[in-house]
Each structure stands twice: as structure tokens, then as C-alpha cells.
């Protein structure tokens, strides 16, 4: 069983500081829903849970991200490792210039995760994510042969084929029609029970659809987190009244 707790996260970009004095606690097996404006520091958060920012030289990173009680920015973590336990899947999808049936076999490969028996894996991930049924006659295509939401959907299976234990989201509709949109909430919904997901959105309408548990930031500060259900049916702060009833942002 793992945790995930953020405490006293600060992040500067240069001199500019993007997070200010971070602390939440994420629940277990549930969505929990990051909100806020564009610029709020959604994503600068989403991409501190698997360390994404020490590609970024200009980042400067304080505080502790605590994956059970392991502060992932300890010197001697494993990166590799916590990014097979903490997933990504991005606003856009991205495929490996690969067949499909590579982009899942992929992760597992090169991560020592196959366990003899890389078919099943790779079949098993495709239905997950619903798409087994359209492309079990054409695994070896390139994955771009794909429609952009069967793309999103074969990334998610490769995410999750290295069976992490958390999934960030960010922004994993936002490229997508309207109907491969709801197709994604309607997978998060159903892996809920199973991994963490963490979700950044600017969607208002689709944290209520899909929220256990929602952080509402502005200007680079947590201002208000709880369940969803008090959290949209009787916001503590001023400033979340007005986000939510769309006065502000």
C-alpha cells in the first residue's frame, strides 16, 4: 500500500517561485482533482510527484514529497523507479515511433517486468484501456496509424503496463473530441479502485464528474483541498466561491 503526502513544496523557475509552502495530502485509490487557473501552478505540482522537473536546470526545487514516508527527493532515491511507480499521461498523446503492440511491450522490456510472458501483458493492458477489440488484428501497425483518442488510450496502456501504483494526469483530455474525452473519465473512473490518480484540470464540470478529492490552487498556492462533495456543495474560502461559481479566472 503507498501513500503520497506533499509537505512545505516550494519551486522556483529562475527567480520566479511557481509553488509557495505546498502541503496535501493524497488519498488512496481515489481521483483526486487539481483545479485552478492557467498558471496556477497545476502542472508545475503534477510534474514534482515523478521529479519531471530535474530535466529543467533553471528549477530549483524545496520541501519533501513523501511516497511511503520516502522523501522522493532524497539523493539516493532510484529516479527510474519512481517513475514506474508514479505513471504520467500528458495533455497530448505522444506514441512511440513504434507498432502498437511495441508501445506496450516497451515499458515491461526494458524495466525487467515481463515475467515470460510479454503477450499477456500487452493484451491485458489493451483491454484495459478498451482498445484490444479494435486493434488485435493490426498489432504490428505503426501506433500513428491510431486516431488521437486511440493514441491517448495506447498510452495510458503503456503507462499502465509498468504497473505503477500512482497515475498523474495532466490535462489527458484537453487534445481530445469530445467523445474520446469522455471515453478517457469513463477508464479514470473505473481505475479508481485500483491505482491513485492524481488529475490536473481546468475543467470545472469534469473535477465534479470525476473528483474524490479536490485541491483548488491560485498563484502558485493551495487554497483550499477536501472531498469533493462539501468541497463543490460549501467551499470554506471566498476565493474558491468565486472560482467555482466562475466570478474569477
Known sequence: MQTLAIRHLNVWYGQKQALKNINLNIPLHQITAVIGPSGCGKSTLLKCLNRLLDLNEQVRVDGQVLLDDLNIYDSRVDVTNI???????????????????????????????????LPTIVQSRLEAVGLWDEVQDRLKAP???????????????????????????????ASLDPISARGIEELLATLRGKYTIIMVTHDIDQARRLADHVAFMWLGELVEDGPASPFFAHPQKELTQAYLAREIG
Open 83 to 117: 517513475r514506474t511507480r508514479i505513471g504520467l499521461l500528458a495533455q497530448k498523446p505522444f506514441p512511440l515511433p513504434l507498432s502498437i503492440y511495441e508501445n506496450v511491450a516497451y515499458g515491461p522490456r526494458i524495466h525487467g517486468r515481463t515475467n515470460g510472458n
Open 143 to 173: 501506433a500513428t496509424d491510431l486516431s488521437v483518442g486511440q493514441q491517448q488510450r495506447l498510452c495510458l496502456a503503456r503507462t499502465l503496463a509498468v504497473e505503477p501504483e500512482i497515475l498523474l494526469c495532466d490535462e489527458s483530455t
